[in-house]
């Protein structure tokens, strides 16, 4: 992978996940979801094609939990789906395999008011009232393709690459990353974004 000589320092982060995961300049990555009959499986690659992260989980599981790993198999993170008030779906993002409040990032919930386009919205762990949203995600009900905004501030923009494959069972995605961002958080939310019932 190409990394310009830019100074981390100078470049401010949205660090989420962990500030291993966020590089002080442009990102492109490459996001291939596989589905076999019981199991769902995410390889997220670098332009030269080296395995960064990789997301697994069952396929058929009642109460949905998928599993973020490093390249060397060690968890980073855990997303479990839960039903929030008035059974709106939401997930909850701990850090490695844990599931206590002392291990919680972030949750994720579907907005709530109309929209002519898919809307999420993410609340830090720190974030006690919930009132305002930390990040929100825009993005299309006929594809998969989104942005990530930090305030008024685009962050991230993931499309969808169509494909004959993508429609059997295997997509791919092309996740852009500003400087500074953190891209475990923006791949946990395509995870996410893929798995909200609508």
Known sequence: MFV????RDLVPTVSVVG?????PYLVDLAVKKKVGFSTKHIDVLDDNGTLLVQVDGG????????TMLHSLGLPIITLRRTKGILLQQEWIVHRGEGSDGSDLL????????F????????FLASNVTSEICDFRVVGSY????????KGDTLIAEVKERFTLRGRLGNERFEARIYPGVDYAFIVSLLVILNEIDF
């Not at 310009?4 to 100074?7: A, F, G, I, K, N």
């Not at 396929?59 to 998928?66: A, D």
């Not at 006929?142 to 905004?149: D, L, P, R």
């Open 4 to 7: 310009p000589d830019v100074r």
């Open 19 to 23: 500030d291993d995961f966020c590089f």
């Open 59 to 66: 396929f058929w599981q009642f109460n949905k939990t998928r």
């Open 106 to 113: 972030y949750t994720v919930r579907k907005s709530q008011s």
């Open 115 to 122: 929209q002519l386009k898919t809307r999420l919205e993410v």
């Open 142 to 149: 006929i594809s998969q393709s989104f942005k990530v905004y």
